[in-house]
Structure formats: structure tokens, C-alpha cells
């Protein structure tokens, strides 16, 4: 069973340019969260989505930033017009279904370093 | 999420075990404790999560006070592969899945 799978996991934009963030959650999950790791800082999170709906996107910045988790494919987290504070490492973190009260934990990917020159 | 405490860093031989200590003294009855890492670099990994009583898997110890104020992680040989950043994370689990919260953790050295 694969993990997380992120790509690319190396990106580099200009000023401007969009970014897209592609994030494959393991087999049979149907959770994926998204958090950003600034330089030298904590991991903060970003927005949570199930199969086509986001649950919690309450760390989302509110210009620029969306996300995506369609019914089939991956998540994708897109950034439109990139400045250089976007650049950071992205990762993206999957969990299965809700199994009644159970908690389920979450399984990170190995990031995307994204840098906005 | 109730607030935790850890120490910024410590260190430990290779072989000896490591106790990561963190405070959480604001946690309420439904809140579980749970520790993940970061090694340099990698995605966080979880390691293991607790609500009262004492847990233990193949990674780890987790002790937690009767009180509840405070928990400590034991990694019972640690090893260099074990030099990571540790996060304590108190959240509640309805069996919604939810956030992780991660705050600075602590950065444990092992040295050979």
C-alpha cells in the first residue's frame, strides 16, 4: 500500500505565476488535509476536504489560495499569483473513513517545496 | 484545542532512552494527548496517543499524569534516526476527523 503521494515535490515559479500542488491520499482514504511550513516555522494548517466537499478551510489564506478534492483524481491545492512569501514546504496528509469514534490518524506526504523567485 | 508546553530541545545518547516531557494543563476530560515527529525535512509522523491511562506500541511509551496535566514520551533506545522535532498535540476526537494543531515541539538531538 503506497503512501501519500505528493508531486512535484521540487517547484519553482515567479512572481505571479500560478502554482498547483497535487496530493494522492492513500488507498481507501478519503480525507486529505493540507498544511504549510514556512522557513524556521511550525506546521500550520490549512483546510481539510473530504471526496468534493471542504470541511474546514478556516487556515486558508482568503485571497489567491483554494483547494480541491474531486470525486475522482487527486487534491489539488492551487496558488494563483505566487509572491515570494508563498514560498514554503507544502504537505498534505490523508486519514480513512470515520469508524465511529475511532481516531483516525493522519499519514503525511513528503512535502512540496515550493520557491517563488 | 487546549494550549501544550514542551522544553525547546534536549538531547540524549544512542541507547538511552529519551523522555520528551510536555505540559497540557488546560485539557478537558475529552481531549486526547497524541505525539507525532518531524524529521528533517520529511513529513510528520504519527507516533502514538493517549487519553488517560498509560499507551504503548512498537515506537513508543506514552505516560500520562493521573491528573492529566502532563504527559512524557519515552523512546526506550533511542537511536540517531530518532533526531526529530516532537510535537505534543491535545486536541478532542469525536470521531469527526479534524486539524492537527502542531506548536513549536522539541527538538530532540541523539548523539552517538
Known amino acids: 500500500n503506497a503512501g501519500v503521494m505528493q508531486n512535484p515535490r521540487h517547484l519553482v515559479r515567479r512572481r505571479g505565476q500560478e502554482a498547483r500542488l497535487r496530493c494522492s491520499p492513500m488507498k481507501g482514504h478519503s480525507h486529505v488535509y493540507w498544511y504549510r511550513q514556512l522557513p524556521e516555522e511550525g506546521l500550520k494548517f490549512m483546510v481539510y476536504?473530504?471526496?468534493?466537499?471542504?470541511?474546514?478551510e478556516s487556515g486558508m489564506p482568503k485571497e489567491r489560495f483554494s483547494a480541491e478534492f474531486p470525486k475522482e483524481g487527486p487534491s489539488i491545492l492551487r496558488i494563483q499569483q505566487v509572491v515570494r512569501g508563498d514560498s514554503a514546504a507544502y504537505f498534505c496528509?490523508?486519514?480513512?473513513?470515520?469508524?465511529?469514534?475511532?481516531?483516525?490518524?493522519?499519514?503525511f506526504g513528503p512535502g512540496t517545496r515550493l520557491t517563488v523567485l | 484545542d487546549a494550549k501544550t508546553t514542551q522544553p525547546p530541545s534536549m538531547d540524549c545518547a544512542e541507547g538511552r532512552a529519551a523522555n520528551l516531557p510536555c505540559n497540557h494543563s488546560t485539557i478537558s476530560g475529552n481531549e486526547y494527548v497524541y505525539w507525532y515527529r518531524q524529521i528533517h525535512s520529511q513529513g510528520p509522523q504519527y507516533i502514538i496517543h493517549?487519553?488517560?491511562n498509560n499507551e504503548t506500541n512498537e515506537m513508543a511509551s506514552l505516560i500520562i499524569t493521573e491528573d492529566r496535566k502532563s504527559s512524557t514520551l519515552i523512546l526506550p533506545h533511542a537511536t540517531l534516526r530518532d533526531t526529530a522535532v516532537y510535537y505534543c498535540?491535545?486536541?478532542?476526537?469525536?470521531?469527526?476527523?479534524?486539524?492537527?494543531?502542531f506548536g513549536k515541539g522539541i527538538t530532540l538531538s541523539v548523539r552517538p
Open positions: 476536504l473530504q471526496k468534493e466537499n471542504i470541511i474546514d
Open positions: 498535540i491535545v486536541r478532542v476526537t469525536t470521531g469527526a476527523n479534524s486539524k492537527l494543531t
Open positions: 493517549g487519553l488517560k
Open positions: 496528509a490523508s486519514s480513512p473513513p470515520n469508524r465511529g469514534g475511532i481516531y483516525n490518524e493522519q499519514f
